[in-house]
């Protein structure tokens, strides 16, 4: 499976950006997907995974009620609503296949978008 994140800009404090991930192959909804984020010379972190129907979801403590994460299975693409943004979301964000839903590894993760949010 490839993976292609998109999306990604500057923007400000308290402003809102809407990140897509468009995947390759038939499979797409046999997958369980995620989004991560690293910032510089930090470990990845994980921000929201979504189940394979698109109707459960979990998120990190720090991004809870803040972000959002869909999925379009008819469209291969997985979004992730990124609104309130503070400038510690500054990061590279990109979305992953998972093994299992929620996780908190992924299996194969595709090229990522820089987000920036300035103060």
């Known amino acids: 499976v490839q993976l292609q994140a998109s999306g990604g800009g500057l923007v400000q404090a308290g402003g809102s950006l809407r990140l897509s991930c468009a995947a390759s192959?038939?499979?797409?909804?046999?997958?369980?997907m995620g989004w991560f984020r690293q910032a510089p010379g930090k470990e990845h972190e994980f921000v929201a995974a979504?189940?394979?129907?698109?109707?459960?979801?979990a998120y990190a403590d720090s991004v809870k009620g803040r972000f959002t994460i869909s999925r379009d299975n008819t469209q291969n693409t997985v979004y992730l609503r990124m609104n309130s943004l503070k400038p510690e979301d500054t990061a590279v964000y990109f979305c992953?296949?998972?093994?299992?839903?929620?996780?908190?590894?992924?299996?194969?993760r595709g090229q990522g978008t820089q987000v920036t949010v300035s103060s």
């Open positions: 979504i189940n394979r129907s698109g109707g459960t979801t």
């Open positions: 992953a296949v998972q093994a299992g839903f929620g996780r908190r590894d992924y299996d194969y």
């Open positions: 192959g038939r499979a797409f909804s046999s997958y369980y």
